[in-house]
């Protein structure tokens, strides 16, 4: 079974900084595509940013500039440090990833629980 486990987040103040983690486990494969959405209270869940697993990382235009996500794919994580953080920044943070796993055909969609990130002006 594949999970995606998400560590990170709290409660941090206009201007402050926060890292997320998030680790996939199980019988896996591969791993394409790895990002982070998050969703405000009463909105649509929005991408923030995506990094396959070659290629060019991508950012929503609300974080470019303030937010850098990584990843290490010998420990199959994501990250996303999050810098310069403003209260419209707050939300529940979802890691996602695109992921084979053993023995599979193809690849399935995988979400984290979701961390609430709460940054207080």
């Known amino acids: 079974q594949v999970q995606l486990v998400e560590s990170g987040g709290g409660l941090v103040q206009a201007g402050g900084s926060l890292g997320l983690s998030c680790a996939a486990s199980?019988?896996?494969?591969?791993?394409?595509?790895m990002g982070w959405y998050r969703q405000a209270p009463g909105k649509q869940r929005e991408l923030v940013a995506a990094?396959?697993?070659?290629?060019?990382?991508n950012y929503a235009d609300s974080v470019k500039g303030r937010f850098t996500i990584s990843r290490d794919n010998a420990k199959n994580t994501v990250y996303l440090q999050m810098n310069s953080l403003k209260p419209e920044d707050t939300a529940v943070y979802y890691c996602?990833?695109?992921?084979?796993?053993?023995?599979?055909?193809?690849?399935?969609?995988?979400w984290g629980q979701g961390t609430q990130v709460t940054v207080s002006s």
């Open positions: 996602n990833a695109e992921i084979r796993g053993v023995l599979r055909l193809g690849y399935t969609n995988y």
């Open positions: 990094i396959p697993s070659g290629g060019t990382t």
């Open positions: 199980g019988s896996i494969f591969s791993i394409t595509t």
